[in-house]
């Protein structure tokens, strides 16, 4: 590959001598088979010779090749103005995690020992994921407050669980609580509780301490739920108009959102073998309920992604719809969409409650159909709820239903 990326035999030959010559050639076909243009490869062959001299020059080995060391490498250079990094720095992380999935590196020996911290952590998540079943996604969050609760309780000393007390556990739940806003507010509690329960199970503890980790007062039907207007969802709809690659991949995420009321996960998780053209349903993957389930397709979803699929959608490995519209062209993250949404938002001059961006359409979808007439049941069938008690916030959107219901005012005239 690298005969066909450069002109020059002596930048071949130069390449092929250095410490990563061995594996040059197969980096530079997985970058093209990622979709990086010739130019870009260029650049990235040419930044990880620079960076295994360096590494030879600091007494490491390329073999212990690291995202750390790459941050040390590039703290040392002068960034560009604006920030951008310099050509000596560009591809080092497709390097390492190229060379990491050929079993090429290993760990360096200053870091085999982990730390008991990590350890517990590790174990933790681990038991999140086997036998709680959550998603990476609350995983991480968890692991975040729970390691951040460790740190409070014990520094740099040893995990001394006998040591816990319940105003530990209390002072921390309340204090990150504060910090957070509307349902939020519930999550140090769960998550505290959960790795308390955690330690139950491994016989670290006894029962009775998770009672310690206070909950939240939370009011759920005390406000109505966000929603767009169906002109505000028109609008929306029609920011990503033109008929560039990236907005018809952005227009067809919308249509999915706000059609269907489907989650950002459901929308990266879309994948072509999902799509039914011929009875005209999407197969949605377990998500965070951990059932599948199917919904109707409707004809302008369908065009949104068909148009994106013939006419926007890059030449990629990946059996996911929506993919970056840049290399490497891999799946989209939740994030992407998020941002995706927002942007969308504020190119269309709506003002939407922070933290919800994408979410807001499921609560628009469901409130059109409870002022349609449609049953509870079908509203959880749709948004996959499940447990009818979460479709029950939007009960209070029928409007009318509730104003003929409502009981007359004794209190006179306001």
Not at 228 to 235: A, F, G, H, I, S
Request: net charge positive.
């Amino acid at each position: 590959m690298l005969d066909q990326t450069f002109v020059r035999k002596g930048a071949i030959a130069r390449l092929r001598r250095s410490p990563l010559g061995p594996h040059l050639d197969h980096f530079a076909t997985s970058l093209h088979h990622t979709g990086y243009a010739p130019s870009s490869i260029q650049r990235f062959l040419c930044a990880a010779e620079q960076f295994a001299h360096w590494l030879h020059g600091h007494g490491y080995s390329v073999y212990e090749m690291d995202e750390d060391l790459v941050r040390e490498y590039r703290s040392g250079l002068t960034r560009h103005r604006g920030g951008n990094l310099p050509k000596a720095a560009q591809g080092l992380g497709h390097l390492v995690r190229f060379l990491q999935q050929r079993g090429v590196t290993h760990l360096r020996q200053d870091r085999l020992a982990i730390s008991p911290l990590e350890q517990c952590l590790s174990g933790y998540d681990a038991h999140l994921e086997h036998v709680a079943g959550l998603a990476p996604s609350t995983r991480q969050g968890y692991r975040h407050l729970i390691g951040c609760f460790l740190t409070d309780c014990f520094g740099t000393e040893p995990l001394d669980w006998s040591a816990l007390t319940a105003t530990q556990i209390t002072a921390f739940v309340s204090r990150e609580a504060a910090r957070r806003r509307n349902t939020g507010r519930k999550q140090p509690a769960v998550a505290l509780r959960s790795f308390l329960r955690f330690l139950v199970f491994r016989g670290d503890i006894r029962p009775g301490l998770e009672a310690a980790a206070p909950s939240p007062p939370q009011w759920k039907y005390a406000s109505l739920p966000s929603r767009l207007t169906p002109e505000e969802v028109e609008r929306v709809l029609t920011v990503y108009h033109d008929a560039r690659a990236i907005n018809v991949r952005n227009r067809a995420i919308l249509f999915c959102l706000a059609r269907l009321g489907l989650r950002a996960q459901d929308v990266v998780s879309l994948c072509f073998e999902d799509i039914d053209w011929a009875d005209g349903r999407l197969a949605l993957r377990p998500g965070k309920t951990h059932r599948a389930r199917h919904v109707p397709l409707p004809h302008d979803v369908g065009q949104a992604l068909v148009a994106y699929i013939h006419n926007g959608r890059p030449q990629s490995a990946s059996r996911q719809v929506f993919v970056h519209s840049r290399a490497p062209f891999r799946s989209l993250t939740r994030a992407a969409v998020g941002a995706i949404v927002r942007q969308a938002f504020t190119r269309a001059g709506i003002l939407v409650p922070p933290g919800i961006a994408s979410h807001i359409f499921r609560h628009t979808v469901a409130s059109q159909m409870v002022n349609h007439g449609a049953s509870f049941k079908d509203v959880a069938d749709v948004l996959g709820h499940q447990s009818i008690e979460t479709t029950g916030i939007y009960a209070k959107l029928d409007l009318e239903a509730l104003a003929a219901v409502a009981l007359p005012w004794g209190g006179g005239a306001l």
